[in-house]
T-cell receptor, first 111, second 115 residues
Framework: TQLLEQSPQFLSIQEGENLTVYCNSS?????LQWYRQEPGEGPVLLVT?????EVKKLKRLTFQFGDARKDSSLHITAAQPGDTGLYLC???????????FGEGTQLTVNP | DAGVIQSPRHEVTEMGQEVTLRCKPI?????LFWYRQTMMRGLELLIY????????DSGMPEDRFSAKMPNASFSTLKIQPSEPRDSAVYFC?????????????FGAGTRLSVL
């Protein structure tokens, strides 16, 4: 069974601060996805990274896939209260359609 | 497209009762997933289907849980009899198997409370 460890589990910061969330595994994934979930809603895809070493930017969010495709990070610059939510990483198997989800990082950005 | 549609959004029932959760996947998607989310265990995959066929049900907690997908546009997750420990948010997601990077699209979930 492939496992994804996400850290930190909880993060509470002030508006304007930077933060990084990590997602680590001993398994290789064909791609890795980051989702954000808001209260009362399902997870929504933010980005997919496919190539080892790939870096993608989405406004103030920067996503990186490790060279060996076993780990990923999400960095948020100048966090805003609207960034508050549960961030989930998910690894796609090399074959098949299932995803392995991390435990999630609950981010709270205080004004 | 309306996205993945789940019903009901909220369900409150008493221990021992049968509960049926419903899901309509995105049209054209051929994979469907049922997840359970709790604070303690996070997001857990219960079962998934490819082309209406169950592929992996190893996440189904026990025989009280069953899932069906009679056609490409409808799936149900049934709990009979329900127990208080089944209280959680249940999500359905769909994707296009073999499509872009296995991106899954989630419904808004059903919040189940078993008293």
């Amino acid at each position: 069974t492939q496992l994804l460890e996400q850290s930190p589990q909880f993060l509470s910061i002030q508006e304007g601060e930077n933060l990084t969330v990590y997602c680590n595994s001993s398994s290789v994934f064909s791609s890795l996805q980051w989702y954000r979930q808001e209260p009362g809603e399902g997870p929504v895809l933010l980005v997919t990274v496919v190539t080892g070493g790939e870096v993608k930017k989405l406004k103030r969010l920067t996503f990186q896939f490790g060279d060996a495709r076993k780990d990923s990070s999400l960095h948020i610059t100048a966090a805003q209260p609207g960034d508050t939510g549960l961030y989930l990483c998910a690894g796609a198997e090399t074959s098949g359609s299932r995803l392995t989800f991390g435990e999630g990082t609950q981010l709270t950005v205080n004004p | 497209d309306a996205g993945v549609i789940q019903s009901p959004r909220h369900e409150v029932t008493e221990m021992g009762q049968e509960v049926t959760l419903r899901c309509k996947p995105i049209s054209g998607h051929n994979s469907l997933f049922w997840y359970r989310q709790t604070m303690m265990r996070g997001l857990e995959l219960l079962i998934y289907f490819n082309n209406n066929v169950p592929i992996d049900d190893s996440g189904m907690p026990e025989d009280r849980f069953s899932a069906k997908m009679p056609n490409a546009s409808f799936s149900t997750l049934k709990i009979q009899p329900s127990e208080p420990r089944d209280s959680a948010v249940y999500f359905c997601a769909s994707s296009s198997y073999g499509g872009a990077k296995n991106i899954q699209y989630f419904g808004a979930g059903t919040r189940l409370s078993v008293l």
